[in-house]
């Protein structure tokens, strides 16, 4: 079980790396995470500021040097002024007392040395007090991962990304500052470090004794305590980065794959049903598409299914026509009465009219079905399609026994539906010539179109009414079965397919409508005709 569990997970990691979707989230996630990290780092305009800074305070701190030197480190020779080294460094000594014990690890305080005129070193602080770096032993005790990274890090002297290179040399600025001016550089010291510097003359009357370097690299070792303060931090961002594309990886890319995959196995395999239920379950946009898609290929099925049906029932019924067809010719080869022959071949003419009838219905209805498929739904009056529909079948002036249609009632306004008007159409007349059907000579066929008004919005509700012998009660739900015949007496044999009700059923089912029987009731709870009830919902309706 282990097995299988440690295998999936591998193939789950193999699919993420093959993912185009889980590459892209990693490369933006870690892309805006390396800009944070390198600004972080650079820390550019920190560094200007505090080096502009850093010259202007050494400036100061030299300047009182120099001061102070000329006044009591400076001798007035014969016939020229000198220095006086003794009382130099003891200047030094006093002015620069060493770095107090518990100091910021590195701080030294700014490093001060004096030059004579002839570029010998007089005093240096570094000197005078024996500076030593010093380099902490290893710890021996395991430390948790947070500590070991801080101490890596503050073992760090400096970290440089950008280019730089030194401004100036210490003994040009001795040079510039033996000429009377006030030197200052950028460079790195004998340990490496970045420093920055001010030379100072040491001028008497009109006369440079020597020179004052004050120098510090505090710029450096700040810069280097904000970069590894920030590196915890970074490490956790990246770690939190990963984590998160992991996880946008695992619950994007990995069901995405799952998807695509079940696609192409039903392609491949001639599969009717997409099933994916760990991904359909799920409470986003990507269990909503796991959910459209199967609902789409349950469509599929069901469409399939229902071509499967439907030639099944298509070829049972051309079956009997024809099995009819052949009783009767067979027959008539056998006799030899003219009367019996002419019997058969008129047995032999309807079943041919019956075929020819129940062929035509059947393209139409597959006409009809993919029409419906395939067309676009639009704003369809159907109070005006039905009131034209129904003066259409006026009877002629002298068709004195035809079955009148009649549209009772005013034409409503406003019985707008979202549908096909063509496949609505279709209904009304299938439903129209089914009554016109069943009614007896002279009789009338009632349309009425009226608007119900309902919690939803609203429906356009449609009725058609015969004056047939209606229909028996166990049957009012099989008459939309195709292929479903309930013939009254005197109507002639084949003039009706089994298909008109049915194909009605499919196209309002398709416009999210519903369609049933009623029979009407007459004096003395006898039955006067047949209602057909069709109810399509209003334009801008809920539902």
Same mark, same amino acid.
Do not use: C
């Given at each position: 079980?282990?097995?299988?569990?440690?295998?999936?997970?591998?193939?789950?990691?193999?699919?993420?790396?093959?993912?185009?979707?889980?590459?892209?989230?990693?490369?933006?996630?870690?892309?805006?995470?390396?800009?944070?990290?390198?600004?972080?780092?650079? /820390?550019?305009?920190?560094?200007?500021?505090?080096?502009?800074?850093?010259?202007?305070?050494?400036?100061?701190?030299?300047?009182? *040097?120099?001061?102070?030197?000329?006044?009591?480190?400076?001798?007035? #020779?014969?016939?020229?002024? $000198?220095?006086?080294?003794?009382?130099?460094?003891?200047?030094?000594?006093?002015?620069?007392?060493?770095?107090?014990? #518990?100091?910021?690890?590195?701080?030294?305080?700014?490093?001060?040395?004096?030059?004579?005129? =002839?570029?010998?070193?007089?005093?240096?602080?570094?000197?005078?007090? =024996?500076?030593?770096?010093?380099?902490?032993?290893?710890?021996?005790?395991?430390?948790? /991962?947070?500590?070991?990274?801080?101490?890596?890090?503050?073992?760090?002297?400096?970290?440089?990304?950008?280019?730089?290179?030194?401004?100036?040399?210490?003994?040009?600025?001795?040079?510039?500052?033996?000429?009377?001016?006030?030197?200052?550089?950028?460079?790195?010291?004998?340990?490496?470090?970045?420093?920055?510097?001010?030379?100072?003359?040491?001028?008497?009357?009109?006369?440079?004794? #020597?020179?004052?370097?004050?120098?510090?690299?505090?710029?450096?070792?700040?810069?280097?305590?904000?970069?590894?303060?920030?590196?915890?931090? *970074?490490? $956790?961002?990246?770690?939190?980065?990963?984590?998160?594309?992991?996880?946008?990886?695992?619950?994007?890319?990995?069901?995405?794959?799952? /998807?695509?995959?079940?696609?192409?196995?039903?392609?491949?395999?001639?599969?009717?049903?997409?099933?994916?239920?760990?991904?359909?379950?799920?409470?986003?946009?990507?269990?909503?598409?796991?959910?459209?898609?199967?609902?789409?290929?349950?469509?599929?099925?069901?469409?399939?299914?229902?071509?499967?049906?439907?030639?099944?029932?298509?070829?049972?019924?051309?079956?009997?026509?024809?099995?009819?067809?052949?009783?009767?010719?067979?027959?008539?080869?056998?006799?030899?009465?003219?009367?019996?022959?002419? +019997?058969?071949?008129?047995?032999?003419?309807?079943?041919?009219?019956?075929?020819?009838?129940?062929?035509?219905?059947?393209?139409?209805?597959?006409?009809?079905?993919?029409?419906?498929?395939?067309?676009?739904?639009?704003?369809?009056?159907?109070?005006?399609?039905?009131?034209?529909?129904?003066?259409?079948?006026?009877?002629?002036?002298?068709?004195?026994?035809?079955? +009148?249609?009649?549209?009772?009632?005013?034409?409503?306004?406003?019985? *707008?539906?979202?549908?096909?008007?063509?496949?609505?159409?279709?209904?009304?007349?299938?439903?129209?010539?089914?009554?016109?059907?069943?009614?007896?000579?002279?009789?009338?066929?009632?349309?009425?179109?009226?608007?119900?008004?309902?919690?939803?919005?609203?429906?356009?509700?449609?009725?058609?009414?015969?004056?047939?012998?209606?229909?028996?009660?166990?049957?009012?739900?099989?008459?939309? +079965?195709?292929?479903?015949?309930?013939?009254?007496?005197?109507?002639?044999?084949?003039?009706?397919?089994?298909?008109?009700?049915?194909?009605?059923?499919? *196209?309002?089912?398709?416009?999210?409508?519903?369609?049933?029987?009623?029979?009407?009731?007459?004096?003395?709870?006898?039955?006067?005709?047949?209602?057909?009830?069709?109810?399509?919902?209003?334009?801008?309706?809920?539902?």
């Amino acid at each position: 079980m282990a097995s299988a569990t440690d295998t999936t997970k591998r193939e789950g990691l193999a699919a993420i790396a093959r993912s185009r979707i889980a590459r892209i989230i990693f490369i933006w996630n870690f892309a805006g995470f390396a800009l944070l990290a390198v600004g972080v780092l650079l /820390l550019t305009e920190m560094r200007a500021g505090l080096t502009d800074a850093q010259f202007r305070n050494l400036r100061t701190q030299g300047e009182l *040097i120099t001061n102070v030197l000329i006044e009591t480190g400076t001798v007035q #020779g014969n016939p020229y002024p $000198g220095i006086n080294e003794p009382a130099v460094r003891e200047v030094l000594r006093r002015l620069l007392p060493p770095v107090a014990e #518990g100091a910021r690890p590195g701080a030294s305080g700014p490093r001060v040395r004096v030059y004579a005129s =002839d570029g010998r070193l007089v005093a240096d602080t570094d000197v005078l007090y =024996d500076r030593l770096e010093e380099t902490p032993l290893p710890a021996s005790v395991q430390t948790g /991962l947070a500590e070991r990274i801080e101490r890596a890090a503050r073992q760090m002297e400096y970290l440089r990304i950008t280019p730089w290179r030194a401004s100036i040399s210490l003994a040009e600025e001795r040079t510039r500052a033996l000429e009377g001016e006030i030197a200052r550089g950028e460079r790195l010291n004998e340990k490496g470090e970045r420093v920055v510097s001010v030379t100072l003359p040491i001028r008497r009357v009109h006369m440079v004794l #020597g020179t004052v370097t004050i120098e510090s690299a505090d710029v450096e070792r700040i810069l280097v305590a904000e970069r590894a303060s920030m590196i915890p931090f *970074i490490v $956790g961002a990246a770690v939190a980065i990963a984590l998160s594309s992991l996880l946008l990886a695992l619950f994007i890319a990995g069901p995405l794959e799952r /998807l695509a995959s079940a696609a192409d196995r039903v392609r491949a395999t001639g599969a009717t049903r997409l099933k994916l239920p760990e991904v359909s379950k799920r409470n986003d946009e990507i269990g909503a598409l796991s959910q459209s898609i199967e609902a789409m290929t349950d469509a599929l099925a069901d469409r399939i299914d229902a071509n499967e049906r439907f030639a099944a029932d298509v070829s049972h019924e051309i079956k009997n026509p024809l099995a009819s067809i052949r009783s009767a010719v067979d027959a008539a080869r056998a006799v030899q009465d003219p009367q019996r022959q002419a +019997q058969l071949l008129g047995i032999v003419a309807q079943d041919v009219k019956r075929l020819d009838r129940l062929i035509t219905d059947i393209a139409r209805a597959s006409h009809i079905e993919a029409e419906t498929a395939r067309g676009d739904l639009g704003a369809v009056d159907l109070g005006a399609m039905v009131y034209e529909l129904v003066r259409a079948y006026a009877p002629a002036p002298d068709e004195t026994a035809a079955v +009148q249609v009649l549209f009772v009632g005013a034409r409503p306004n406003g019985a *707008i539906v979202q549908g096909q008007e063509a496949p609505l159409g279709q209904v009304f007349r299938n439903l129209i010539d089914n009554a016109r059907s069943f009614s007896p000579p002279g009789g009338q066929v009632s349309v009425r179109v009226e608007i119900v008004r309902n919690r939803e919005g609203g429906l356009v509700r449609a009725t058609v009414e015969d004056e047939g012998p209606g229909i028996p009660p166990e049957n009012l739900e099989t008459v939309f +079965q195709r292929f479903y015949t309930q013939r009254p007496q005197g109507v002639a044999f084949g003039g009706n397919s089994g298909l008109g009700l049915s194909i009605a059923r499919q *196209i309002v089912t398709a416009h999210r409508g519903r369609i049933f029987a009623q029979n009407i009731e007459g004096e003395g709870a006898k039955v006067a005709g047949a209602r057909l009830v069709v109810e399509l919902p209003l334009a801008g309706a809920r539902g």
